[in-house]
């Protein structure tokens, strides 16, 4: 069995390590000339130190104070390494430093047992395992580790990978390390993240500062003073339950974000890129515009035009576009109650009860899975499945319904757009795509705050935010600031979770819908769904893949109940943790108070302010009913 995880384990790497090299072959800099030996060297001397301490680790009793101990100093260092070396190799990284779950390999679809820094920490706080276990799991998170130190090594820092690395990791403080992600049984996770400030200022000096000081010493002088204020602030707090979030982020991480694009911006050796999930020049990552769309669209639908955007906006609301004519996209998703439709399930074109809840389209572009089961890898496969669906449009994607034509604007439209009437569905469907991309909010209450262009959350708000990132551990799988399950930093996979939803609010039974174990037919996936963004929830009730629930104050119950499992259900493979939160009445309550600051339906798209959109569409909804 080790041969075989082994075996597994190798051939991730190889292709890991294929696809990245392609991914950074012919970069080239430009700008002043800068010697990135040092900097390397730190990176490469922090992994190599991870990867002996691993090596001592495998050696300790699992449960012993020694195990901590050294535990602890590996953590370190790699946290010092993380940066470059999972840049390098994200797969390895994520799964050297990801949850302690199952693993399952769509090759081979064999589920291999969960593997990395979090089982070990897993073992080594909670205990219980064989000590052949334990050296099971070092031996394989060590050959995880030895693929990163290895890449540390060999592929020479420059200024892309170094700037690139680095806003990655400033993510994963915001959004992993103050949550609790990394070091979920210990809670090391404050003390981490001052690790990575601190080791982000020393690579800092190792090798562009003295630049940056020639060209602009008061962005130096800023810079080095608000790393040293939120190391400070880490410093004086160190409770994982009371940690203030809303004040870190707002007063000291996006300071330092904020200084970092000026810093890359005037050192003039980077101009950025387009193809990865954030925009560089966002200032913050709580800005309208942090998140770069293109990344997220199907490459087939990038470089989309506002014509293009007008035509699918128009047959949003087109019920013509259903076989029966009875049934447009705003049939289920209603702008006015944030794209969602405010009831348990929709009906069908025959007037059924469809099986599963509404989910709100407003930043639904910004996933790599649609739909609560993740049948649909892309916004337009899942479009496409609407128009193929019987029980929705009943429409292929070859037809073409010619009874849109009667409305002769579209023809027009067509033409303007695609250069041509289209005789498939195919320009349909890239049009609604494209329309319904730009259903994004970033303008909520709480982004105002976290922008420092309002102050006014209250102590109730402030107490459910920190809950929400901390205690309550809802940061956890709503990631921020997207607060959907779309895993930062890399936003390359988005989860999805074994929760025990019940059939109704009374908790009495498990819902019978599989979820994702369509697709595989394994038991580790039954009951799993795709892990929705919690913005405009507010809006969006009933809640749940089935709409069990009609209340935030039910699903918080739910919650802190810890899940079907916590309600006794049988689920062996749950993946929230079985134990009850603990959380009291007003610290429920303060929760729901944080979610309703996440209220935002003025969407913006390319055509720019759509936020009449709302009042608009009710009357062409409402028309088309």
Wanted: charge should be negative.
């Amino acid at each position: 069995m080790y041969k075989y995880f082994l075996s597994i384990l190798l051939l991730m790497f190889f292709i890991s390590c294929k696809d990245g090299s392609k991914q950074l072959a012919n970069n080239h800099e430009k700008g002043p000339d800068i010697d990135w030996t040092e900097a390397q060297k730190f990176y490469h001397s922090h992994m190599t130190r991870t990867v002996e301490l691993i090596d001592s680790l495998a050696h300790l009793n699992p449960e012993s104070e020694k195990a901590k101990e050294v535990f602890k100093k590996l953590r370190i260092n790699f946290k010092k390494a993380e940066p470059y070396a999972s840049y390098l190799n994200p797969a390895i990284g994520h799964r050297a430093n990801g949850p302690a779950l199952p693993i399952f390999a769509e090759d081979t679809e064999r589920v291999l047992a969960p593997l990395g820094l979090q089982k070990i920490e897993e073992t080594i706080f909670e205990g219980g395992e064989d000590a052949t276990v334990f050296i099971r799991e070092t031996n394989l998170t060590k050959g995880l580790l030895v693929n990163l130190l290895e890449n540390t090594g060999e592929r020479s820092l420059n200024a892309e990978r170094f700037f690139i690395a680095t806003h990655q990791q400033l993510m994963r403080i915001v959004s992993l390390g103050i949550v609790g992600f990394d070091t979920p049984v210990s809670l090391w996770g404050l003390e981490e993240s001052k690790i990575s400030l601190q080791s982000l200022y020393t690579v800092y000096g190792l090798s562009i500062q003295n630049l940056v000081q020639d060209k602009n010493q008061d962005l130096d002088t800023s810079f080095t003073e608000n790393i040293k204020m939120a190391i400070q602030y880490l410093d004086q707090n160190t409770d994982f339950e009371t940690f203030d979030r809303y004040t870190f982020i707002r007063d000291y991480m996006n300071p330092i974000t904020r200084n970092w694009v000026s810093i890359r911006k005037e050192s003039g050796l980077w101009a950025g890129v387009n193809n990865k999930p954030f925009n560089f020049d966002a200032s913050t990552f709580f800005e309208k515009d942090a998140f770069n769309l293109t990344y997220f669209t199907p490459p087939v639908n990038r470089n989309t035009n506002e014509k293009q955007l007008a035509l699918g906006k128009k047959l949003f609301f087109e019920p013509k576009l259903a076989k029966d004519g009875t049934m447009s996209c705003a049939t289920c998703h209603i702008p006015e109650k944030a794209y969602s439709d405010g009831i348990t399930a929709n009906l069908d074109n025959t007037g059924n009860t469809l099986q599963r809840n509404t989910p709100t389209l407003i930043n639904v572009a910004f996933q790599k899975s649609f739909f609560w089961d993740g049948r649909a890898e892309n916004i337009l496969d899942q479009i496409t499945s609407v128009f193929t669906n019987e029980q929705e449009f009943a429409s292929s994607v070859h037809e073409f319904s010619t009874e849109i034509l009667s409305d002769s604007t579209y023809t027009a439209m067509f033409e303007e757009a695609y250069g041509k009437v289209s005789t498939r569905n195919t320009d349909v469907i890239r049009a609604l795509s494209t329309y319904i991309s730009t259903l994004n909010g970033f303008d909520s209450k709480f982004d105002r705050n976290m922008r420092g262009e309002e102050s006014n959350f209250s102590e109730e708000e402030k107490l459910g935010m920190n809950l929400f990132m901390g205690k309550a551990l809802c940061a956890t799988c709503h990631f921020m600031p997207l607060t959907n399950g779309t895993v930062p930093p890399f936003f390359s996979e988005t989860e999805k979770e074994v929760i025990g939803v019940p059939e109704t609010a009374s908790n009495q039974e498990l819902d019978d819908d599989l979820g994702f174990f369509w697709r595989y037919g394994k038991e580790v996936h039954r009951g799993m769904f795709k892990t929705p963004t919690v913005r405009n929830v507010a809006l969006t009730a009933p809640y749940m893949h089935n709409g069990a629930y009609q209340t935030l104050e039910q699903v918080m119950d739910f919650y802190n109940q810890g899940g079907g499992g916590g309600m006794g259900f049988d689920l062996e493979h749950q993946t929230l943790p079985f134990d009850e939160l603990q959380l009291s009445d007003s610290e429920q309550r303060a929760i729901i108070a944080f979610l309703k600051t996440l209220t935002d339906t003025k969407v913006q798209g390319k055509t720019g302010d759509n936020s009449q959109l709302v009042a608009q569409s009710s009357s062409e909804n409402n028309a088309n009913q």
